[in-house]
């Protein structure tokens, strides 16, 4: 699986867009992107995938580049609760049985009042 | 559901003692994995399995062992502790299909004196 670079930390204001940016650059055809985050120590919560086309959910939406060799999570209204560790993951998901999350480092994001 | 539940919450080992990390689910998921994370680091893959009966090696299975005889339960035994482990330690589990999400335990906090 492709790695990823993400910044170690970020800081936005309440009720602001949080834009988490992670490049892959190595990234394949094949390999989709995925957003995790862990708040205080929780188990990791999933948030967010794609493959090549822009995706919005009910907590965030994910930006992928044309060529695919970056993305960037929106958070579109952050809130205190938004405060959490976010992993940026590839993965091939045509491996059969060989699904393992690599995680890196994240981005500690932090919501200030 | 109560989704993916692990057992203890908290435990203080001494070393060489040995002891049972208990990992069930309840969404009749095929795939399920141990991971380990130590303070201000990702998660690493310990052990991960594709079905009851099938098992195979993460990034850092020295030291631990695992067995999947049900569909729903996924132990991981410590044989000889050692401070080494002293770790946060999450199972997960998602169905086998392409894009399924993964979900996360509340941990395990491991402390080996």
């Known amino acids: 699986d492709a790695k990823t670079t993400q910044p170690p930390s970020m800081d936005c204001a309440e009720g602001r867009a949080a834009n988490l940016p992670c490049n892959h650059s190595?990234?394949?055809?094949?390999?989709?992107v995925y957003w995790y985050r862990q708040i205080h120590s929780q188990g990791p919560q999933y948030i967010i995938h794609g493959l090549k086309n822009n995706e919005t959910n009910e907590m965030a939406s994910l930006i992928i580049t044309e060529d695919r060799k970056s993305s960037t999570l929106i958070l579109p209204h952050a809130t205190l609760r938004d405060t959490a560790v976010y992993y940026c993951?590839?993965?091939?998901?045509?491996?059969?049985?060989?699904?393992?999350?690599?995680f890196g480092q994240g981005t500690r994001l932090t919501i200030n009042p | 559901n109560a989704g993916v539940t692990q057992t203890p919450k908290f435990q203080v080992l001494k070393t060489g003692q040995s002891m049972t990390l208990q990992c069930a689910q309840d969404m009749n998921h095929e795939y399920m994995s141990w991971y380990r994370q130590d303070p201000g680091m990702g998660l690493r893959l310990i052990h991960y399995s594709v079905g009851a009966g099938i098992t195979d090696q993460g990034e850092v299975p020295n030291g631990y062992n695992v067995s999947r005889s049900t569909t729903e339960d996924f132990p991981l035994r410590l044989l000889s502790a050692a401070p080494s482990q002293t770790s946060v330690y999450f199972c997960?589990?998602?169905?086998?299909?392409?894009?399924?999400?993964?979900?996360f335990g509340p941990g395990t906090r491991l402390l080996v004196l």
């Open positions: 993951i590839v993965r091939d998901d045509k491996k059969g049985g060989a699904q393992k999350l690599v």
């Open positions: 997960a589990s998602r169905g086998y299909g392409y894009q399924e999400t993964q979900y």
């Open positions: 190595t990234i394949s055809g094949n390999e989709y």
